[in-house]
């Protein structure tokens, strides 16, 4: 059935470029004698017989024209006109012929005009059909082609379709949240915006990285949230979320992608844990074990042996530097969880810089510290939290310098701030290390630092005081000539 409707029916033909030429000369050729039976047994009145042969004429030409294209449609035109000569010739009067040649001839252009025409409409048409099909098949295939790839990524995928507001997921989006996406993008919104949060708090459907990417037509990347799926599961994400715009700037999609990082996370918290717990259970123990020293000393100064002195000695300087590796320790752990708190007051920052160098300089025979203030200055700030600040500076500065050399410590107002310098000629710092060596346990590694002992905390706590501080904190100097470490903090009550 399908086959004899796209023989006979010429829209089922469209678009698909087959032309026959054999079909239409036979077919013209069998209508035309059965409309000639028709006319010469008298079936008709005789006044209808040309009527009747100028109709189908034209039937058959806009019939063959659309099946098969302008060449068939020409055929046709030729097979009608000898069909014409062949009356005229035979059953015409010869006073009728003349008259009846012109007609035939009239006819016969007109036929061809209205034949080229439907036949290149018709040629036209197919080519577009095959075009617009070729479009289709090759979107289908790129759409294909981006579905197995996204398949086939290892971390979340979702893809909202702002045009037909829908929005679907791979399959590692199904294997992460457990759920099926492919639906109404609107309700999913909704959704999202019930089972995400960020830092603790629920999100507003404004907040969303898929909405506020949609909305800014800008990229959102790497944004950490927390997503509690059906099962009451807390996962930890980072989400991406990427506009895709049309060729007149519209967005027409936002593609977000997932990553699972919930697992980094907890073995972050366990380690934050880890470090919070053993810097306070080491605290206590050192603590004794130096109020213990301090008490045998005095002791053995009243009544001992002097050389037991000297011995004990070593002992409190060994559990001063155990001391200090549990606070610094116990300062990171405070600083990462976000519970390094500060009492902030005015204190006279000239007095704190002296107590400090002067402290410094009792322990430390063999250096030259000076002090190059400016007068008194009142700053606004954490005592104890700059005096810290100081200190790991003044640390860094005798360990990284030679004996017999100075270290020059200056005070000067900038603006709304002050800036303090503390300047060694130790063995300084390469250029590409000045900013890294205010990271977390970071130590630079050559030749010339191999031999001094540390774990990299005292910058890293340093620039987190300085920090909270609203100051900025920073390196200058040249390797091998010295180092220059600037800090700044706000001026106090009077300014
Ligand atoms: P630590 O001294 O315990 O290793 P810090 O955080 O105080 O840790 O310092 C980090 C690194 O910065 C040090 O390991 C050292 O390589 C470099 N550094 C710090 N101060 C100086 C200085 N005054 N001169 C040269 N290098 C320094």
Same mark, same amino acid.
């Given at each position: 059935?399908?086959?004899?409707? $796209?023989?006979?029916?010429?829209?089922?033909?469209?678009? !698909?470029?087959?032309?026959?030429?054999?079909?239409? @000369?036979?077919?013209?050729?069998?209508?035309?004698?059965?409309?000639?039976?028709?006319v010469v047994n008298d079936l008709i009145n005789s006044s209808f017989s040309s009527a009747l042969i100028i109709a189908s004429s034209i039937v058959l030409l806009v019939y063959f024209s659309f099946r098969d294209g302008?060449?068939?449609?020409?055929?046709?035109?030729?097979?009608?006109?000898?069909?014409? %000569?062949?009356?005229?010739?035979?059953?015409?009067?010869?006073?009728?012929?003349?008259?009846?040649?012109?007609?035939?001839?009239?006819? &016969?252009?007109?036929?061809?005009?209205?034949?080229?025409?439907? &036949?290149?409409?018709?040629?036209?048409?197919?080519?577009?059909?095959?075009?617009?099909?070729?479009?289709?098949?090759?979107?289908?295939?790129?759409?294909?082609?981006?579905?197995?790839?996204?398949?086939?990524?290892? @971390?979340?995928?979702?893809?909202?379709?702002?045009?037909?507001?829908?929005?679907?997921?791979?399959?590692?989006?199904?294997?992460?949240?457990?759920?099926?996406?492919?639906?109404?993008?609107?309700?999913?919104?909704?959704?999202?915006?019930?089972?995400?949060?960020?830092?603790?708090?629920?999100?507003?459907?404004?907040?969303?990285?898929?909405?506020?990417?949609?909305?800014?037509?800008?990229?959102?990347?790497?944004?950490?949230?927390?997503?509690?799926?059906?099962?009451?599961?807390?996962?930890?994400?980072?989400?991406?979320?990427?506009?895709? %715009?049309?060729?007149?700037?519209?967005?027409?999609?936002?593609?977000?992608?997932?990553?699972?990082?919930?697992?980094?996370?907890?073995?972050?918290?366990?380690?934050?844990?880890?470090?919070?717990?053993?810097? !306070?259970?080491?605290?206590?123990?050192?603590?004794?074990?130096?109020?213990?020293?301090?008490?045998?000393?005095?002791?053995?100064?009243?009544? &001992?042996?002097?050389?037991?002195?000297?011995?004990?000695?070593?002992?409190? @300087?060994?559990?001063?530097?155990?001391?200090?590796?549990?606070?610094?320790?116990?300062?990171?752990?405070?600083?990462?969880?976000?519970?390094? !708190? %500060?009492?902030?007051?005015? $204190?006279?920052?000239?007095?704190?810089?002296?107590?400090?160098?002067?402290?410094?300089?009792?322990?430390? !025979?063999?250096?030259?510290?000076?002090?190059?203030?400016? &007068?008194?200055?009142?700053?606004?700030?954490?005592?104890?939290?700059?005096?810290?600040?100081?200190?790991?500076?003044?640390?860094?500065?005798?360990?990284?310098?030679?004996?017999?050399?100075?270290?020059?410590?200056?005070?000067?107002?900038?603006?709304?701030?002050?800036?303090?310098?503390?300047?060694?000629?130790?063995?300084?710092?390469?250029?590409?290390?000045?900013?890294?060596? %205010?990271?977390?346990?970071?130590?630079?590694?050559?030749?010339?630092?191999?031999?001094?002992?540390?774990?990299?905390?005292?910058?890293?706590?340093?620039?987190?005081?300085?920090?909270?501080?609203?100051?900025?904190?920073?390196?200058?100097?040249?390797?091998?000539?010295?180092?220059? $470490?600037? $800090?700044?903090?706000?001026?106090?009550?009077?300014?």
């Open positions: 059935m399908k086959k004899v409707r $796209f023989f006979l029916d010429p829209m089922e033909r469209l678009g !698909h470029e087959k032309y026959s030429l054999f079909f239409p @000369v036979i077919g013209s050729g069998v209508f035309l004698y059965l409309i000639d039976l028709i302008i060449r068939a449609g020409v055929i046709t035109i030729l097979i009608v006109v000898g069909y014409y %000569f062949y009356i005229i010739l035979t059953r015409l009067e010869p006073q009728q012929v003349q008259g009846a040649l012109n007609t035939t001839l009239l006819l &016969g252009l007109l036929y061809l005009g209205i034949g080229v025409i439907i &036949g290149w409409l018709k040629q036209s048409l197919d080519k577009l059909i095959q075009k617009e099909k070729a479009a289709t098949i090759l979107a289908d295939e790129e759409r294909l082609r981006l579905k197995s790839v996204l398949e086939q990524l290892p @971390v979340a995928v979702r893809i909202a379709n702002l045009k037909e507001k829908r929005i679907e997921g791979n399959r590692k989006f199904e294997d992460l949240f457990k759920r099926k996406l492919g639906g109404d993008l609107d309700k999913e919104i909704k959704y999202i915006a019930e089972h995400e949060y960020k830092n603790g708090k629920k999100l507003n459907v404004d907040d969303l990285a898929l909405v506020k990417s949609m909305k800014s037509k800008k990229k959102l990347l790497s944004e950490e949230i927390e997503y509690v799926r059906d099962d009451r599961k807390r996962l930890f994400l980072k989400v991406s979320a990427v506009p895709v %715009f049309n060729k007149n700037r519209k967005v027409i999609s936002v593609v977000s992608v997932l990553t699972d990082i919930t697992e980094e996370k907890e073995q972050a918290k366990r380690k934050d844990n880890f470090i919070s717990m053993a810097s !306070h259970e080491l605290r206590t123990p050192i603590t004794t074990i130096r109020l213990y020293l301090d008490l045998l000393s005095k002791r053995i100064q009243t009544y &001992g042996d002097e050389s037991f002195l000297k011995l004990i000695g070593n002992l409190i @300087v060994q559990t001063e530097r155990l001391q200090q590796l549990s606070s610094d320790l116990l300062d990171v752990s405070r600083i990462q969880t976000g519970k390094l !708190h %500060f009492i902030k007051q005015d $204190f006279l920052l000239n007095e704190l810089v002296a107590e400090v160098c002067s402290l410094f300089q009792q322990t430390s !025979h063999n250096k030259k510290i000076t002090v190059e203030e400016s &007068g008194p200055i009142v700053v606004t700030g954490d005592r104890f939290r700059i005096y810290q600040v100081l200190t790991n500076l003044l640390t860094n500065a005798i360990k990284y310098s030679e004996k017999d050399t100075e270290i020059i410590v200056k005070t000067r107002k900038v603006n709304e701030n002050v800036e303090i310098s503390v300047q060694d000629f130790g063995i300084g710092i390469d250029p590409s290390q000045r900013r890294k060596i %205010f990271n977390l346990l970071y130590q630079v590694e050559d030749s010339t630092e191999k031999t001094f002992p540390g774990l990299g905390m005292g910058l890293f706590i340093s620039r987190e005081i300085v920090k909270q501080h609203s100051g900025k904190i920073w390196v200058d100097g040249e390797k091998g000539k010295g180092s220059t $470490f600037h $800090f700044t903090i706000p001026l106090g009550g009077q300014k």
